[in-house]
C-alpha cells in the first residue's frame, strides 16, 4: 500500500481542509495516510489515519525554528510522498526530497508574501524583509520540490514554471444534508470564521447597529474565534455603546464538523473582508459553506467573490469599508425573506453542481498518480 505523510505545524489536526477533505480522501482511495499535526484536545480513532501529534510553537518566530523538529518525525515514517501545508515547512520539504528522494508537495493555502505584508502582529519595518526572505526561501526551495498544489489563479501565476496543480477548497457535499435545510430563521445573521480587524469586523458592527435602528427582531451571531484579547474587548466594547448586548452572540470557535449545525439555522452569510492584499487573490471557504447551507451571501465587491455570487445569483455585494453599505445589504435581505430564501437556493444548486469537494478530489488523486509515476 502506498504510504502518504501530510504533515502541519500550524492548522489544527482536524483541520476542514488538511483532514476531513485530504487525509479523508486518500484513505478512501486506499493510501495509507499519516499526518503530523499540533496535538488536538481530543482523538478521532476511527477514521483510519495515524496521527504523530506535535507541540504546536506559541510564539509566531518560533515557527521556523520548530519546523525542523518535524524533519526527522516525518522520515521516520518511510513514506512514498510527503505532503505539507506551511510556509515554514519548506526547510523540511528540501531535506525530506533530498534525504528521501521520494516526491514532495507544498500546499501553497494562500498568496504568502501578501499575506505577511497583512500581517498586524509584525512591526511595519520588518515585513518587507521578511517578505523578501520569504520569497527567496520560497523562490529556492520550489526547484527541489516535486509540485505544488494552489488555489486561485493569481495565487498559482507565481508557481507556473513548476508541476503544479490548482485545487480549490470547495466544501464537502455530504456536510449539507438535506434534512438540515429547513429550520432557518429570516432575523438571523450570521458571521463565520476567525474575528480579526482586517476581516471587516469593525465595518460589520458600525453596518448592523444602523440595521438594528430599522430591523430591531435581526440577530448577529459569530461563530469563531478573536485575533486577541485586545481586540474582543475593542469589539465588545462598541457593541455595548451600539446597546447591540442583546442582538450579538458569540458562540467561539467550533469543530469543523459541527459547522453545519450553525449554517442550518441562518438565513444570511456575511464576508466583510477588507481590501487587504492577500484578501485580493483568494476565495474564502466561508462563502462556499455558506452556499451549501442555502444561506444568502453578503460579500465584499472583489472579483473574485463577484464572480462566484453574480454567476450563480447566491447574494449581495459591498464595500466592506463601509458601513452604510453593509447596512443596506442586511435591509434588502431581512426585508424581502422570498428575496433571501431564493438567493440561498441558488447557491445551493451552484454549490451542488459545481462548488464542491468532489470535483476537487478527483484533481488531487491525478496530480498524486502524476508524481508516484503511476
Known amino acids: 500500500?502506498?504510504?502518504?505523510?501530510?504533515?502541519?505545524?500550524?492548522?489544527?489536526a482536524y483541520d476542514g481542509r488538511i483532514y476531513h477533505k485530504q487525509c479523508k480522501s486518500l484513505k478512501k482511495a486506499g493510501y495509507e495516510v499519516t499526518l503530523l499535526a499540533p496535538k488536538p484536545d481530543k482523538r478521532i480513532e476511527d477514521d483510519g489515519i495515524d496521527l504523530i501529534p506535535i507541540e504546536k510553537p506559541k510564539k509566531e518566530w518560533?515557527?521556523?525554528l520548530h519546523a525542523f523538529s518535524v524533519f526527522k518525525l516525518a522520515k521516520e515514517t518511510k513514506a512514498d510522498l510527503y505532503h505539507f501545508h506551511d510556509p515554514e515547512l519548506l526547510p523540511v520539504g528540501v531535506l525530506l526530497r533530498i534525504f528521501t528522494r521520494k516526491p514532495v508537495i507544498f500546499d501553497v493555502h494562500e498568496h504568502y508574501p501578501n499575506a505577511i505584508m497583512s500581517k498586524k502582529y509584525l512591526k511595519r519595518w520588518l515585513k518587507n524583509p521578511i517578505r523578501i526572505a520569504y520569497e527567496l526561501i520560497e523562490k529556492m526551495s520550489l526547484p527541489i520540490l516535486s509540485g505544488v498544489i494552489y488555489t486561485t489563479e493569481e495565487v498559482g501565476e507565481r508557481y507556473q514554471s513548476y508541476k503544479n496543480c490548482k485545487i480549490e477548497n470547495y466544501p464537502l457535499p455530504d456536510m449539507f444534508t438535506p434534512t438540515k435545510k429547513t429550520s432557518k430563521n429570516e432575523d438571523y445573521l450570521l458571521y463565520l470564521g476567525g474575528i480579526t480587524p482586517i476581516r471587516g469586523i469593525e465595518e460589520l458592527i458600525d453596518g448592523f447597529a444602523?440595521?438594528?435602528k430599522l430591523q430591531p427582531q435581526a440577530k448577529l451571531i459569530f461563530v469563531g474565534s478573536f485575533e486577541s484579547e485586545a481586540f474582543?474587548?475593542?469589539?465588545r466594547e462598541k457593541i455595548k455603546a451600539n446597546q447591540l448586548n442583546d442582538k450579538v452572540e458569540f458562540k467561539g470557535k467550533v469543530p469543523y464538523e459541527q459547522i453545519e449545525e450553525h449554517l442550518s439555522k441562518a438565513s444570511i452569510g456575511i464576508i466583510p473582508y477588507l481590501p487587504v492584499p492577500n484578501h485580493l487573490v483568494c476565495l474564502p471557504n466561508k462563502l462556499f459553506e455558506?452556499?451549501?447551507?442555502?444561506?444568502?451571501?453578503?460579500?465584499?465587491d472583489f472579483p473574485h467573490y463577484r464572480k462566484v455570487v453574480d454567476s450563480s445569483q447566491s447574494g449581495l455585494l459591498v464595500n466592506p469599508e463601509r458601513p452604510q453599505s453593509i447596512s443596506k445589504a442586511m435591509l434588502e435581505l431581512l426585508e424581502n425573506p422570498v428575496l433571501t430564501k431564493e438567493m440561498g437556493e441558488n447557491g445551493m444548486e451552484a454549490f451542488n453542481l459545481a462548488y464542491n469537494w468532489n470535483s476537487e478530489e478527483e484533481k488531487l488523486f491525478a496530480f498524486y498518480k502524476q508524481l508516484l509515476g503511476k
Open 62 to 64: 518560533k515557527r521556523f
Open 210 to 212: 444602523h440595521t438594528s
Open 232 to 235: 474582543e474587548k475593542k469589539i
Open 1 to 12: 500500500m502506498t504510504k502518504i505523510c501530510v504533515l502541519t505545524t500550524v492548522h489544527h
Open 290 to 300: 455558506y452556499m451549501a447551507a442555502g444561506v444568502a451571501v453578503i460579500a465584499s
